[in-house]
């Protein structure tokens, strides 16, 4: 029996996790689970390279593993752990901090977002090197697939560049891993601005799906979702409202688009609303009822987070052992 290929991917504790997390990355996570020998991290260490309140960092860590877990990420399949947990990730992130050229950093549109204007002035340097934590998350694995969202797809590349820049300097140590990003629900848009992203540092309530949303509260952000004046339902990517809607149904119904657009010929925007709102609270509601399971009983949490962390570390041991013999530190 040949071994199952290894992924890898990671999801920060930095808010309320929503819709697009879900639909971008979890959901994809939780279908692909017997394809993979799995790892899923909570990376709280990427959570602290912006403004945080530390209780809230352990609140939302606590949650958002609960919410792995009910979401249908499987222990017993999967290896769930805290980034902070394994030391390796930070040890091995200072390591291909010195071997990535500052020109691939300047180069982030993530950082260039964040850090624009006066901002770069204040942002820390942590935001900057991000992303060689992020290859470091990725290569201490042996990783060959990160399933993602669209907007990580840049920092994959940039772990995938880096593999190949260290192997080519100190020898063979590293697996080149792929991104692997879905054709649909890779980009959910926010519902009040379908221009931006839907994000956990939203600006408004009205932009994201929260996971432990009420089916009230589901029907009521998609009743205000933004949409135009043209009434038609179709694809269109000069309109991104309706498109969103659409998407997002897609994601969840299995229809084609032209199954979407007959299902919805001559129809009004209300009825889309309405059944996607339906559709999104019947996905999340079972999501829930596992998620208060859990938070009745920490002590499993507890266990499943100890033991991936030790699964983890020792998968991250031995890479690290490879990685310090290379670089001539042993
Ligand atoms: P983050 O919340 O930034 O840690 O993202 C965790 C995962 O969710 C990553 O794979 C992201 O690419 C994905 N993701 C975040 N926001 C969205 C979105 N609006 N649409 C699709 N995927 C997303
Ligand atoms: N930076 C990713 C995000 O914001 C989270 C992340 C951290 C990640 N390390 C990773 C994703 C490794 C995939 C693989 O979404």
Redesign the pocket.
Known sequence: MTAKPRV?????PSGDPHLGNYLG?IRNWVNDQDRYDNFF?V?DQ?AITVAYDPVNLRANLRQLAALLVACGIDPDRSCLFV?SHVAEHTELAWLLTCTTPMGWLERMT?FKDKSVGGQRERVSAGLFT??T??AA??LLYD?LV????E??KQ??EL?RDLAARFNHLYGDVFTVPEPVIREVGARVMGLDDPTKKMSKSDEGANRTIGLLDTPKAIQKKFARAVTDSEGHIVFDDNRPGVTNLLTIHQTLSGLTKAELEARFAGRGYGDLKKELGELVAEALTPIQQRYIELTEDPRTLDQILADGAARAQAVAAQTMSRVRQAMGLR
């Open positions: 890898f991917s990671g999801i920060k990355a991290c990376v990427h980034q993530q991000y992303p934590l992020m998350d990725i990783t990160v399933p993602v969202g907007d990580q920092h994959v772990a």
